[in-house]
């Protein structure tokens, strides 16, 4: 392993492990210059905000990277992960309320009606996030080890009041009912 973080080697092992051809960026897109990493499957592209995560340990530049690594996998081999992860994928659920559903490809926005705990723990406990934040914190587990700031990084990282799957059925029924602009045929996806 090397001795200073190297986010290339561990991209490129795992990109070789599940046969993905990705490509990292340390040039955060805009409107994603604060967030630790993100995934474009638009582009194929891993997002790492390695200026902001400097001066962090490299166990949580690990459970970013993994993390963005895991929504590539999720994105690009949908045949590998269940069907509330491969709905949930269709969902932005912002901290704020905004939620955006991709519909063909972009990406429609609407805004619904709660508060930030609320929202926040929406978006945390998406099947994906929750999915994507479980293999990060395994995979830097068997890297550097348990430790109890790993598991807390883990833990804030995962929802504070766990939501059963058909909550999350209503939440999604109600951004596409908020989403006037597509068709029914569409809601059924």
Not at 109 to 125: I, P, Q, V, W
């Amino acid at each position: 392993m090397p001795s200073i973080f190297d986010y290339k080697h561990f991209f490129d092992d795992y990109c070789k492990e599940c046969s993905l051809d990705l490509h990292l960026s340390f040039d955060m897109p805009s409107d994603y210059e604060t967030a630790c990493g993100t995934f474009d499957p638009a582009n194929k592209t891993v997002f790492i905000n390695a200026e902001h995560l400097n001066a962090k340990p490299d166990y949580e530049k690990a459970f970013f990277l993994f993390h963005e690594l895991r929504h590539a996998s999720q994105y690009l081999c949908p045949e590998h992960f269940g069907s509330e992860i491969h709905r949930s994928l269709q969902y932005v659920i912002g901290y704020d309320g905004t939620c955006y559903k991709l519909v063909n490809g972009h990406y429609i926005s609407c805004k619904l009606d709660g508060n930030e705990d609320h929202f926040t723990n929406l978006y945390l406990g998406q099947p994906h996030e929750v999915d994507a934040n479980t293999f990060a914190y395994e995979q830097v587990k068997q890297l550097y080890g348990d430790s109890k700031e790993l598991k807390a990084l883990f833990d804030f990282w995962m929802p504070r009041h766990p939501l059963p799957a058909h909550a999350y059925d209503l939440i999604f029924s109600q951004i596409d009912k908020s989403i006037s602009c597509i068709s029914p045929l569409e809601k059924t996806l």
